[in-house]
């Protein structure tokens, strides 16, 4: 038996394909799924909707917006002790070929706290990150110095998928994305709760390096693939996000220690220092360039103020 948590705000529309997705996978697979949906103080006819669902779901209704990491506290708390957990995102579809394989993977690794899916916007494109590496220094200069750009064997905080995308094989992770994660019940229990200081954003990375100082390991399965709108449910992560970068130096904060803290903030700074002196020229020429100038530029008063 398999749990099913997905938090919900104002995505009525979104909210209903993953289910109408659900309800068809459940006919094709050989275990039962019970769904749980946390309603953060939905207005846009989403909490009507499932309540016309009746008892094909449990719904659990906020009467305001408590954030993700909240809402998925209050899912979990509500749910039987079943052995695995998934957790997915108002926009992601998912299918049965995926829930077993993610189902199987964790079946043959005991030490694997949860595994995602490769995570796809459509049949060509791919989801900036879904998985990646971290926290370490070696992490931080592969991305923000541009390593991972140069050649994708440099491990950085965020997995390039497309060029894992032909592996047939898993890939070892340091941090998993939510949007469609399947969690081991054993692993929640020991690392505990989702960190309600992260409103939205982060939390996975958070909860999942917690883990892995815990002793657990986490998989990425590049051979799988889920269908997931990108910010259909605010899930627009990454180095152009200036939310997730400032949840992700918490994170940094929280998860290393002061000295390792310090390298890895002087290393965001330069990557940002270099970004913003190439946009510079170019933003006098292209007003289109400007936005990106800027974005930088606020990225570095970021960074500086958390150096401080």
Known sequence: MIDVLIINWNTKEKIEECLNALFEMIDEIPYKVLITVVDNGSIDGSV???????GGINLIKNRSNLGYAKAVNI???????NEFVLLLNSDALVNSVALEGMVSYLDQNSD??????????NREEYQFGGAGWGPSLFTVINSFLF???????FRGLFINQRYYSRCV????????????ALIRRDALSEVGQLNEKFFVYAEDCDWCWRAVSEGWKFGYLPYLNVYHELAGSSENR????????VNL???????VNPPKYIAILLVALLGWLIRFLIFIPLAL???????????????????????T
């Open 48 to 54: 009507e909707y499932l309540d016309s669902l009746g």
């Open 75 to 81: 899912g979990l708390k509500s749910m039987q002790m």
């Open 112 to 121: 694997v706290a949860g595994v995602t899916p490769s995570l796809k916007i």
């Open 147 to 153: 390593m991972e750009k140069i050649n994708s064997y």
């Open 169 to 180: 094989n898993s890939v070892s992770v340091t941090w998993i994305a939510f949007a469609c």
């Open 238 to 245: 990454g180095l152009t996000n200036h939310d997730w970068y």
């Open 249 to 255: 130096l918490k994170v940094f904060k929280q998860n």
């Open 285 to 307: 020429f292209r007003i289109k360039y400007k936005p990106r100038r800027d974005f930088y530029f606020n990225m570095i008063k970021i960074t500086i103020v958390g150096l």
